[in-house]
């Protein structure tokens, strides 16, 4: 089995900073693309960031210039790096790792459970 494990949210001051970090553990052979999705109440979820292996990334536009995704390859681990945090930066924000567990087999989506971000004064 394959587990994504999320830390870092929390509660900050607008303006303010934090760093997700996301570590993935068990039978994985290889790993594609690593990134962060968030969903806030009422909305559906959306992508914030991604990267690739080779470390190309794309962001989405309400997180451009504040946002940095990066990712350790020999730690199977991805970070985000929050800076000059909006109230409307607050969401659930969630891991995802696009992976296979063997050779030969198919990449597939596995998901983190989640951890909350509140961006409040």
């Known amino acids: 089995q394959v587990q994504l494990v999320e830390s870092g949210g929390g509660l900050v001051q607008p303006g303010g900073s934090l760093r997700l970090s996301c570590a993935a553990s068990?039978?994985?052979?290889?790993?594609?693309?690593m990134g962060w999705y968030r969903q806030a109440p009422g909305k559906e979820r959306e992508l914030v960031a991604v990267?690739?292996?080779?470390?190309?990334?794309n962001y989405a536009d309400s997180v451009k210039g504040r946002f940095t995704i990066s990712r350790d390859n020999a730690k199977n681990t991805v970070y985000l790096q929050m800076n000059r945090l909006k109230p409307e930066d607050t969401a659930v924000y969630y891991c995802?790792?696009?992976?296979?567990?063997?050779?030969?087999?198919?990449?597939?989506?596995?998901w983190g459970q989640g951890t909350q971000v509140t961006v409040s004064s």
């Open positions: 068990g039978r994985i052979f290889s790993i594609n693309a």
């Open positions: 990267i690739t292996s080779g470390g190309s990334t």
């Open positions: 995802n790792a696009v992976l296979k567990v063997y050779y030969g087999g198919s990449y597939n989506d596995h």
